[in-house]
């Protein structure tokens, strides 16, 4: 059931699948839908309550005026858990950015994490990634940023005729209706503004974040994607090999140092995907979340 929940009295979109089991919080990835999680959420929502919910700014949610950082998204996350009188512990899923955010909710509020999945997680020391050269000329994040400035200041039939997205081969597989919806979410200028909020503060909420210690012992899976994997996938995408290839070096070893965040944790990765692992390897996903329930 998807539908529109105020917190702060502001709109944010929320999707609820299944009605019993082991709550389950899933946070996405920067510019993400929660739609693409649909093969993840329909096989989970057999045994389980699956809650997603699109950050402020994205899809239908409302943005506001307040800057987006982790600490926002886990407020709204943390808000959203009470208004739905979601009492039990969850396992807390983060993929990407998300997962910066589901780690910034962990160390927050312990108590509420039953178990922690990180997929393709981003790092609190994700300032080491500017050690490395932009892949190409024209891939900085200034001017990156530059570009979100741009499209959010045009209203969404103007975005429309600028932005046309492409639906990876993975998402072609999802329903019809969600394809749609995909696309849509693509084309709304608040998405930008958005991703631009997010990127500035990011640096500053990983120091955050990593100045609130460990995981103590809550139970932590942490997914990698497949390095060899990526690094074919970016080639043939036309994007240097050198520089991809110390990427995901780089990429793989703070992968690997989520795992110590915990006493109590394992590492995997997973062959044959890239970054969106929930989609390409959503057996895994979906795995590795009923192993932290069954555990717990």
């Not at 929940?5 to 699948?17: M, P, S």
């Not at 044959?272 to 717990?296: E, N, S």
Request: proline fraction near 4%; include cysteine.
């Amino acid at each position: 059931m998807k539908d529109l929940v105020y917190l702060n009295g502001r709109a944010i979109e929320v999707l609820r699948k299944g009605e019993a089991g082991t709550p389950v919080l899933i946070m996405t990835g920067m510019g993400c839908s929660f739609e693409e999680w649909f093969h993840v959420t329909e096989a989970l929502s057999e045994t389980h309550t699956v809650i997603l919910f699109h950050r402020a700014g994205l899809g239908a949610s409302e943005l506001g005026v307040e800057p987006r950082t982790t600490a926002a998204a886990v407020e709204d996350a943390k808000g959203l858990l009470d208004l739905l009188e979601v009492t039990e512990p969850v396992v807390l899923i983060g993929h990407s950015y998300g997962g910066l955010c589901a780690q910034h909710f962990s160390k927050l509020f312990p108590q509420q994490v039953k178990g922690l999945l990180l997929v393709d997680s981003t790092s609190d020391s994700l300032e080491k990634l500017d050690e490395l050269p932009d892949l190409a000329e024209d891939a900085s994040d200034d001017k990156w940023l530059k570009e979100c400035e741009e499209f959010a200041e045009l209203d969404e039939s103007a975005l429309k005729k600028i932005i046309r997205p492409m639906l990876s081969e993975k998402q072609k597989r999802l329903p019809s209706p969600i394809q749609q919806r995909l696309i849509e979410f693509q084309q709304k200028p608040n998405l930008y503004k958005t991703m631009k909020s997010e990127v500035e503060n990011w640096r500053a909420d990983a120091k955050i974040i990593k100045s609130l210690g460990s995981l103590s012992n809550i139970p932590l899976i942490v997914i990698g994607r497949d390095k060899k994997y990526s690094l074919v996938q970016g080639i043939e995408e036309g994007w240097p090999e050198a520089e991809l290839s110390a990427q995901e070096n780089l990429w793989h070893t703070l992968i690997q140092e989520q795992s110590t965040l915990s006493e109590n944790s394992e590492l995997f990765f997973a062959d044959g995907a890239g970054h969106m692992i929930h989609l390409d390897r959503p057996d895994l996903v979906i795995a590795m979340t009923r192993k932290l329930t069954k555990a717990l």
